[in-house]
């Protein structure tokens, strides 16, 4: 079954989100729900092999739901800027490695390294403490699940954003956000006008890029607050060739965790 944060674990998001809320936009962990749509592509594709790249992943409520998902010779690479987000998301891999008593959650969780047969390797987990725009693991994905809070940025750093996760995503995966609902009309109620042009102009560079190949939307209700959920499943030209699966350089850098 699997686990779900425990209440420090949603203390400490609480106290993040009021101590840098611009960076953590949100007020509370994802629910289940939210995770489930979020992990809808891995869901599609049970007992296959997949490379997926978790993005701005706070306490790991996403990360609980997709771990068990995940066949014996994938591979999910964790990217958390915050550092004591970080220090929370090791520990929820470690939850799962298979040398702990309890091994019924995930029992092929390996930590780092990289096996010679991917059919029968464990997955392979890496939490890394930096921001997405430094990630170094020289591959690509085929499932991107993007937890960052687009309409706390500006427009140019979310279309830097999502040509980001474009560059990396596998031709034929899917990248997977959200957005909560009623944050435009609360935006032009209480803020600057500035910033709800601001807000406006970061609604616009998402839709070009939801117009660039299929996408499709649904709201979850049962969040805090209520979510909208996007998956783009962009065309083959708006992706990058991919790199081997697995493939890494000696200059990528270490994961911590």
């Not at 749509?37 to 490379?51: H, I, K, M, V």
């Not at 470690?94 to 969780?109: I, K």
């Amino acid at each position: 079954m699997t686990s779900w944060p425990r209440f420090t674990d949603t203390r400490l998001f609480v106290t993040e989100a009021v101590r840098g809320f611009r960076t953590t936009g949100a007020v509370a962990p994802s629910s289940r729900h939210l995770a489930s749509a979020l992990c809808e592509p891995a869901t599609e594709r049970a007992g296959q092999p997949l490379d997926v790249l978790e993005v701005g992943a706070g306490t790991g409520p996403v990360t609980r739901f997709l771990l068990p998902l995940l066949a014996p010779g994938s591979s999910l690479d964790v990217v958390e800027a915050n550092p004591r987000f970080a220090a929370v998301l090791r520990n929820v891999v470690d939850e799962r490695r298979p040398d702990r008593e309890d091994r019924s959650t995930h029992p092929h969780v390996r930590l780092h390294g990289h096996a010679p047969n991917p059919a029968r390797s464990p997955l392979q987990v890496r939490v890394h403490e930096t921001r997405i725009e430094l990630l170094d693991t020289h591959k690509s994905y085929d499932l991107i699940i993007s937890g960052l809070p687009f309409t706390n940025f500006g427009p140019d750093t979310v279309a830097s954003l999502m040509d980001r996760y474009l560059d990396l995503l596998r031709p034929g995966g899917s990248l997977t956000y959200f957005a909560y609902v009623g944050t435009a009309p609360a935006r032009r109620l209480v803020a600057r006008s500035a910033e709800v042009a601001r807000h406006r102009a970061v609604e616009a560079v998402l839709a070009a890029y939801r117009r660039r190949g299929p996408a499709r939307g649904r709201t979850v209700w049962a969040n805090v607050p209520p979510a909208r959920v996007w998956r783009l499943d962009p065309t083959p030209s708006h992706t990058r060739t991919p790199a081997p699966r697995g493939e890494r350089t000696a200059t990528a850098r270490p994961a911590k965790g």
